[in-house]
């Protein structure tokens, strides 16, 4: 091999698309050549370089949209299967009918409870009670809850990544006592709502009147974030939080 | 298919230069993934799905591919080096951003293979089946986009083969 050949072939080399034999030629040939072997050096550093570019994850809003768009899996049409075929579509869509109408109640309440969220909001910057625990630690906010509510709201604080916690509050939604933590993005207040829930809900984030609603379920406890922050910097919140 | 839609959206991410494109993109191709999921023949899903997002790309906007100017303003993805000395960040951070700015300056075709290769690792017969391309060209247009590199990232101040690059 001369090393106008070893230029042709060393990405294939670098890439381990050459066979054995190949490869072996190849190593001998740079193993006595200082030029080729000083271009394989640089052909290894690139590749290092390069590998080390961003890599782009899927953002969760894209995963929601084509989990949703996802239908689901036909079933395999031979004459045979198709008694039971339909013997199984009267019982699923019976099924689907009762899950539908549970589905409907749930997005209802939801709906209200966001309503409640956004309300609370608004009443505790207006009637500026925001906090009843004002504290940037989480070890002083979380004990303060103790004996005020019947459980204990897992507090964080995000300050790390730009959202402080600021304190915490007794309130009231959907007519229960709940946790509330106060978190601070510049001027822009965040109150977490925190209460027990043992039906686990898919995320959802909705905008109403004009403030960011943004709900998850996590560990058996409801979170509802609330904001006049934009829709990107309450998800990246929201996101901290859950981590 | 939602096991590869992070690799979906990252070649999108990279054939289109922005967010929003690529988040279209690569829902319209899930959406014709879904429609044609019985023709899904072999194993490769990752694959598949990676060439469905190229075709909808393409036949979206065939012009893009003659090129735009780079944008400068996009901030980079800090993956690798929490445990590093500041300092070390600091160098490596701009390593990063070195490579990225680069690999956009590419023209998309070479942008492409590297991307697959270097980031997803296919092999060189995925990716002439991802791109549509033969093997021998794969394997050309590899060599000819990490020749044009080198000289684009020495240009812009990162060492390359010597004793002073990152690992």
Known sequence: MNCHEIERQLDAYIDGELA??????LQSHIAGCAACSQRLAERQS????????????????????VQAARKPSRLTPTVLAWAASILLAVSVGGVMIA???????????????????????????????????????????????????DFSPPVKDTASVGFPLIGGRLDYIAGRPVAALVYQRRQHTINVFVWPETQPAPAAAESLRGFQVRHWTRDQMAFWAVSDLNAAELDEFATALQQ | ???????????????????????????????????????????????????????????RFPKRKSEQAIELDDTADERPGTDLDPEARVIQLQAVERVRLALEQLPPDFREVVVLRELEGFSYKEIATIVDIPIGTVMSRL???????????????????EARELS
Not at chain 1, 20 to 25: M, V
Not at chain 1, 48 to 54: E, M
Not at chain 2, 144 to 160: D, K, N, V, Y
């Open chain 1, 20 to 25: 054995q034999a190949e490869s072996e030629a």
């Open chain 1, 46 to 65: 690139l590749g290092r370089l390069v590998r080390q570019a961003p890599y782009y994850p899927a953002p969760d809003r894209l995963r929601l949209a």
């Open chain 1, 99 to 149: 899950g539908a109408r549970r589905a409907r109640t749930a997005a209802e309440s939801s709906a209200s409870i966001a309503n409640d969220i956004v309300g609370g909001h608004v009443r505790a910057l207006m009637g500026d009670h925001l906090f009843d625990v004002r504290s940037t630690d989480q070890h002083t906010v979380k004990p303060w809850f103790l004996g005020k509510l």
């Open chain 2, 1 to 59: 298919m939602l096991p590869h839609l992070d690799a979906a959206f990252n070649y999108a991410r990279w054939l289109t230069r922005n967010d929003a494109d690529a988040e279209d993109v690569v829902q319209d191709a899930c959406v014709r993934a879904l429609r044609f999921f019985s023709s899904l023949r072999d194993d490769n899903g990752r694959a598949w799905l990676l060439s469905i997002v190229r075709n909808t790309w393409y036949s």
């Open chain 2, 143 to 161: 060599a000819r986009a990490r020749e044009r590199l080198i000289p684009i990232l020495r240009s812009s101040g990162q060492p390359i083969g």
